[in-house]
C-alpha cells in the first residue's frame, strides 16, 4: 500500500514538472524552512515555511532591454508592487501577485504569494523570469529580499544561460 502512494505521489510530481517544462521552466528548487521570525508579539511560528523558486525563459518581441522589462510587468494582469532596478546584468523589473489554487486543484486553499524578477537578456529576444512562490504572504518583505538577491547575482554568460 505504502508503495503505491510513493507512486502516485510521484507521477503526480512529474505531471508538474512537466507542467513547468511547457511554461518554459528550466530550473526548479523547492524550499522548506524554519520560520525564524519573531511576530509583533515576539513569537515564532511552530509551522514550516514552504516556497519554490523557479527560473524560466519568455520569448519577447525584439526591444531594448528596458522596454522589455517594463512590458513584462504592465502586460500581465494583477502585478503589484512593481519596482524597476538597474542590475550588473542590466535593467530589471521586480513585481508580485497573489492568488488561491482552484478548488479542483487538490492543493490547500492556502494564498500563495508570487515574486518576479523580469530580466531582459542581453539578445533583446528573450527574458529570463525568476519566481519565487511561498506560502507565506506575511512575510513578503523577507522573500523579496531572498528574491532581488538572487536577481543580484544574475549573469549572462552565453546565448542560453542565465
Known sequence: ????????????????????????????????????????????????????????????????????????VTAGVGHTGVEFAELSCGPAAFSESVSVPGDGSGLPQLPLLQLHAHLPHPDCRRLAVLTLTTTAPARRDEYRAILRMIAASVSFKGPSHV
Open 1 to 72: 500500500m505504502l508503495r503505491q502512494q510513493l507512486i502516485s505521489q510521484f507521477a503526480t510530481a512529474q505531471q508538474l514538472l512537466a507542467a513547468l517544462r511547457e511554461a518554459g521552466t528550466v530550473h526548479c528548487s523547492v524550499g522548506l524552512h524554519r520560520d525564524d521570525v519573531a511576530d509583533v508579539a515576539g513569537v515564532s511560528s511552530p509551522a514550516p515555511l514552504f516556497s519554490l523558486f523557479t527560473v524560466s525563459w519568455r520569448e519577447t518581441a525584439t526591444a531594448p532591454r528596458g522596454v522589455t522589462a517594463a512590458r513584462a
